[in-house]
Structures are given as structure tokens and as C-alpha cells.
């Protein structure tokens, strides 16, 4: 596991240490309240990232490893509950929800829920078929949404 040996420190399972300013980290650490920022150090191939998530590290992901991880996508808890609609009404039903629905389930209005998709979309979440309905696909692997209950 890796570990963080100093304020703005982290150590990798293969011994080498990144190092960052202390801002930098504490900045980070605020945002992963809200979602989860990764942050790399520019070493050599790409450099070792630190993946933070509720206000800590979480991992870090070993450009020795190749980078079998890849650093979690950006999205807010509102944005992760939506993908994770989506995709669960898409395993149950075989089809996508159309809007309707997902505006029943959030219970919230027909331009919130467009707003939303349109976000989703532009931030490479989502991928749709322009003017044909249930046509959203969630481009986020299934195991970095949470389960909606
Ligand atoms: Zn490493």
C-alpha cells in the first residue's frame, strides 16, 4: 500500500517517494471532500499520480505498473448517482431511461435533468446518440459507480 510519509509526501510500493508543496496537497485534499482529484508529480513516464478521495490519499497509481489503473474519473456525488441510474436501469431493463424517468427518480424538472446529461456529455461520462432516444451509455466502468439503493 502506499503510504503518505510526510504532509505533502507519498510513498509508492516500489520505494520511490513523490513529493509535492504542501498547498498543493491541502488544496487537493479539500477538493476529494467532493470528488476525486489525482494529482502526478511529471516524473518520467508520466509521472507517479496520487489519487485522493474524502479529504485523503487513496492510492497511487506505479507508472512502473504501467498504469494497470487508470486514475479515477472526475465527477461530483451527484453526477456518480445519475451514471449510476443510468447504468443500473440500463443492466435491469436492457435499454436506457429516458429523461422522464430519471426526472421521476431525482424528482426533479425535464431542464435539470437535460442540464445534467448535457454536463455528463461534455465531461466524457456519457456518450449519446444525437436526436434518438435512450440512446445514453455510461462510459465510466461499472465498478467506480456506487450501487444506489
Ligand atoms: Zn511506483
Given at each position: 500500500?502506499?503510504?503518505?510519509?510526510?504532509?505533502?509526501?507519498?510513498?509508492?510500493?516500489?520505494?520511490?517517494?513523490a513529493q509535492f508543496s504542501e498547498?498543493?496537497?491541502?488544496?487537493?485534499?479539500?477538493?476529494?471532500?467532493?470528488?476525486?482529484p489525482w494529482?502526478?508529480?511529471?516524473?518520467?513516464?508520466?509521472g507517479h499520480i496520487v489519487v485522493f478521495e474524502g479529504?485523503?490519499?487513496?492510492?497511487?497509481?506505479?507508472?512502473?505498473?504501467?498504469?494497470?489503473?487508470?486514475?479515477?474519473?472526475?465527477?461530483?456525488?451527484?453526477?456518480?448517482?445519475?451514471l449510476a441510474f443510468i447504468h443500473q436501469y440500463t443492466t435491469l431493463h436492457r435499454v436506457p431511461p429516458a429523461e422522464h424517468e430519471m426526472q421521476r427518480f431525482f424528482q426533479v424538472s425535464p431542464p435539470t435533468v437535460h442540464q445534467m446529461i448535457l454536463t455528463l456529455e461534455r465531461k466524457g461520462l456519457i456518450k449519446r446518440t444525437p436526436g434518438k432516444a435512450r440512446s445514453i451509455?455510461?462510459?465510466?466502468?461499472?465498478?467506480?459507480?456506487?450501487?444506489?439503493t
Open positions: 500500500m502506499p503510504k503518505e510519509i510526510g504532509p505533502s509526501s507519498y510513498e509508492c510500493d516500489c520505494g520511490y517517494v498547498a498543493t496537497i491541502l488544496a487537493l485534499k479539500q477538493r476529494s471532500l467532493m470528488k476525486r494529482l502526478s508529480d511529471g516524473g518520467e513516464a508520466g479529504g485523503k490519499m487513496m492510492t497511487m497509481l506505479c507508472p512502473k505498473e504501467r498504469y494497470n489503473e487508470k486514475p479515477a474519473p472526475c465527477f461530483t456525488r451527484l453526477q456518480g448517482r445519475y451509455k455510461v462510459l465510466v466502468a461499472a465498478e467506480q459507480l456506487e450501487r444506489l
